[in-house]
């Protein structure tokens, strides 16, 4: 079963807005990831938050892990027509660092 | 480096041939896992492999299917014989360690008709 499932399933907004995509989880992690896939492509790791971290930065990115409420959330600034793309959150729990993937949020960013 | 690299991009076959889809990771990853994604059930774990060695196959569906790695290069996925139902876009991923971002190949479109 997946671990993590991303809210909403689809974004539509225009360019130079704000995007937050949700990720909530059922169990305990060791850490959290967020990858981005772009249509007929493979995903690109973006970020790894580890459990006991709480916000990470890269570039326009924002990741935010609430270990208490089990969510985590990826905030683009100032969004681009090309970060259109499906964006994954990937959680590794209990004895195993292998991910497990959701089921991704479509954003599309309008120019 | 030129990432992980998968061959082919795409694959048409008939229900009952064979299918081999091939990866060649990252050179100095030591982890390798097979992908397979679908509209119904989203990215799924088929097998993986540290210093070449089968770790996790539980997500391998059927006997059908099966995966080797000969050596730290190369990776092959084989099913055998194949059912529409297989059609999919296939991923090979690896990864320098546990713990770390995996980076990803291109995929390969399988449509089994």
């Known amino acids: 079963s997946q671990q993590g499932e991303e809210d909403p399933q689809a974004l539509s907004i225009q360019e130079g807005e704000n995007a937050t995509m949700n990720c909530s989880y059922k169990?305990?992690?060791?850490?959290l990831q967020w990858y981005r896939q772009n249509s007929g492509r493979g995903l690109v790791h973006l970020i790894l938050?580890?459990?006991?971290?709480r916000e990470k930065h890269s570039g326009r990115l924002r990741v935010t892990l609430d270990t208490s409420k089990k969510s985590s959330s990826l905030l683009i600034t100032a969004s681009r027509a090309a970060d259109t793309a499906s964006y994954f959150c990937?959680?590794?729990?209990?004895?195993?660092?292998?991910?497990?993937f959701g089921r991704g949020t479509s954003l599309i960013v309008h120019p | 480096d030129a990432g992980v690299i998968q061959s082919p991009r795409h694959e048409v076959t008939e229900m009952g041939q064979e299918v081999t889809l091939r990866c060649k990771p990252i050179?100095?990853?030591?982890?390798l896992f097979w992908y397979r994604q679908t509209m119904m059930r989203g990215l799924e774990l088929l097998i993986y492999?540290?210093?070449?060695?089968?770790?996790?196959d539980s997500g391998m569906p059927e006997d059908r299917f099966s995966a080797k790695m000969p050596n730290a290069s190369f990776s092959t996925l084989k099913i055998q014989p194949s059912e529409p139902r297989d059609s999919a876009v296939y991923f090979c991923?690896?990864?320098?360690?546990?713990?770390?971002?995996?980076?990803f190949g291109s995929g390969t479109r399988l449509t089994v008709v």
């Open positions: 492999f540290n210093n070449n060695v089968p770790i996790d």
């Open positions: 938050i580890r459990s006991n971290e």
């Open positions: 990937a959680t590794a729990s209990g004895g195993s660092y292998i991910p497990t």
């Open positions: 991923a690896s990864s320098l360690a546990s713990g770390t971002g995996y980076t």
């Open positions: 050179s100095g990853h030591n982890s």
């Open positions: 169990t305990s992690i060791n850490n």
